[in-house]
């Protein structure tokens, strides 16, 4: 009973690892029926969701037993994701110990992510790719480079913060949107739209369309239709957020040339 519960331990606890740093579900769904099966466990029954897991082992016999776990919806950790791939590989070549599988779990968890300056410059680095991409002069990069670092210092505070994601992506898309039009105002001559379109693309869940198109494709119904509903209204809020600041600006501009 405590083999089968430690095996079966460690493959959902690897599979909750993928999860939460952004793996697919056929992935993570496929790395636990490869550990259970590199530890000789023949009857298991494994069900993947975005945010879930759902496993049971050797249900004949009597050392049967299960699990359950919630996985919330988070950060996407490449990084981490390659490290437990690695070790899931290591687990399958019978080259790891169960002990030793749960050293290395640990250190893949805590692999950290990059410095808050790197996170920072490589943000406005794609803003202003993004800026330049959809039509900006050097003169919008330029904006959009100091928006985008802008703008990543404001997701580290209200990550730090435990802000929720509907919160951090209304006040970022408006953040944004604020900065673009307050270089406007002072240099005429920017195109402030560019400026905003390529600033706001880090917000962009980019990741969660593509992977629930993935999971459509591979008949993961539901995890796919739980991704694409974060995708858009992750793209709701970042409407929300530019289009109450546009709308405020005009509101005033308006406001201001009837009083002229």
Not at 212 to 227: E, M, T
Request: net charge negative.
């Amino acid at each position: 009973m405590a083999v089968t519960k430690e095996i079966l331990a460690l493959a959902v606890e690897m599979g909750d690892a993928l999860l939460r740093n952004g793996a697919e579900v056929y992935r993570v769904e496929d790395t636990v029926m490869h550990i259970l099966d590199a530890y000789e466990i023949e009857n298991y029954d494994v069900y993947v969701l975005s945010n879930g897991i759902f496993a049971s082992a050797n249900e004949d016999r009597d050392d049967a037993c299960s699990m359950v776990r919630h996985v919330p919806l988070g950060r996407t950790h490449l990084g981490r994701i390659a490290a437990l791939n690695e070790l899931s590989r290591e687990i399958c070549a019978h080259d790891c110990s169960l002990q030793d599988a749960w050293v290395h779990l640990d250190d893949c968890r805590t692999i950290p992510y990059n410095h808050n300056l790197i996170q920072c410059l490589f943000c406005g680095i794609g803003s202003a790719g993004f800026g330049y991409l959809y039509g900006g002069n050097v003169s919008d990069t330029l904006c959009a480079f100091l928006i985008g670092m802008l703008l990543q210092i404001l997701l580290l505070f209200l990550a730090r913060r435990k802000a929720s994601k509907f919160i951090t992506n209304i006040f970022g898309s408006a953040g944004v949107t604020l900065l673009a039009l307050f270089f406007y105002s002072l240099w005429k001559t920017l195109q402030y739209d560019k400026i905003i379109i390529g600033s706001i693309m880090p917000l962009v869940p980019g990741i969660a369309l593509t992977t629930s198109i993935r999971d459509f494709f591979n008949g993961d119904y539901l995890s796919g239709a739980i991704h694409m509903i974060d995708a858009v209204l992750t793209a709701f809020c970042i409407a929300v957020g530019v289009g109450a600041v546009i709308t405020i600006y005009r509101s005033t501009l308006d406001i201001g040339g009837v009083f002229l």
